[in-house]
């Protein structure tokens, strides 16, 4: 006897057209909960959306055979057309609906959604300030983050005590790929200012989505492995603990880009913010698979990699 949910699925080739375009995780971003997600291998592990428990082991997603299982009160699982039809209430029209939203919906492989940066650099044009600014590495920013002032004065950061574009901040100098540099971000200070404009500032124009940076410095090191951070302040943490090869992404988002230049390297750890944005990008990347050997470390809840000790961090790289 069938409750026709088989026989609903089975006699339309359209939902064998979705189930190919569609994928568990597009589903569980769509919904908002892909940051509760964490890695582990190639299973993404969380709390089950479906019958909506709190147990952070309950749903498995095999993202290789992109297919469900929740261990906890539902005991069942499936493919993503099963996930869509539980979660919009079980109504065969809003998951047709909802799949074909999903499955016409532009995607960058899903490394980089949501919030992308406005990704046209052609916006505004970009003008490279090569002129040397003497910075100063005493700043108590930095001491409270442990970042020796030797670190700070290789990677050219630190106050700047003058007028113009970087008052107000602690400064880190840009490069190009090639090493050149670009010019100069701020990192806000003043807590008023960081929540009406964010906590980087950044120069008119910069193209912050085809850079990664400390690029030049990580692919001389030539290990062709990588380690990806999200800011200047974990890179400079991971070289003090002896790490060479780090880049940052400026941000926890991916662009098409920035895959683009990992895939150059022979393998990439993605060790992004022990936050919600840190996690999604984290989930999202890995189960795009847009690099071959990919793996993930995470630093404790509500930290930043810059945030850990040399110990500690040794200890996180040397794992998996
Ligand atoms: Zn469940």
């Known amino acids: 006897m069938s409750d026709g949910f088989d026989d609903r699925r089975d006699s339309r080739t359209v939902w064998r057209k979705w189930k190919a375009r569609v994928r568990i995780i597009q589903v569980l971003e769509d919904i908002g909960r892909l940051a509760e997600f964490r890695v582990f291998g190639r299973r993404l592990i969380g709390p089950c959306p479906v019958h909506g428990g709190d147990n952070r082991r309950a749903f498995s997603v095999d993202l290789q055979r992109d297919l469900w299982f929740c261990f906890s009160r539902c005991q069942s699982g499936g493919d993503v057309i099963d996930l869509a039809w539980h979660l919009s209430g079980r109504s065969w029209s809003r998951t047709a609906a909802w799949l074909e939203r999903l499955a016409t919906s532009p995607t960058q492989q899903t490394v980089c959604s949501g919030h992308q940066l406005p990704a046209n650099p052609t916006d505004r044009s970009f003008h490279p300030f ?14 409270r983050l442990h970042i020796h002032e030797d670190t700070l004065r290789l990677f050219e950061a630190g106050s700047w005590w003058g007028p113009g574009f970087l008052q107000g901040t602690v400064a880190v100098r840009l490069h190009d790929l090639h090493g050149h540099p670009i010019g100069y971000a701020g990192r806000r200070l003043n807590p008023a200012d960081i929540t009406r ?3 980087w500032k950044w120069p008119p124009g910069f193209p912050k989505s085809k850079l990664l940076w400390n690029w030049h410095r990580a692919v001389s090191e030539g290990h062709g492995s990588l380690v990806v951070v999200e800011g200047a302040w974990s890179v400079m943490k991971l070289w003090q603990a002896g790490f060479r090869n ?11 880009s920035q895959a683009q230049l990992l895939r150059l390297a022979t393998s990439v750890t993605l060790f992004l913010d022990g936050d919600p944005a840190g996690h999604g990008a984290t989930a999202r990347s890995l189960a795009s698979g847009f690099h071959p050997s990919l ?8 930290l930043d990699p810059a945030d850990l000790t040399e110990p500690h961090l040794r200890a996180l790289l040397k794992r998996t």
């Not at 780090?246 to 098409?256: E, F, Q, R, T």
């Open 130 to 143: 090569t002129r040397r600014l003497s910075l100063d590495p005493s700043h108590p920013f930095f001491r």
């Open 197 to 199: 404009w964010g906590k």
């Open 246 to 256: 780090v880049v940052a992404l400026a941000g926890s988002c991916i662009s098409p």
């Open 295 to 302: 793996r993930a470390i995470y630093p404790p809840e509500g």
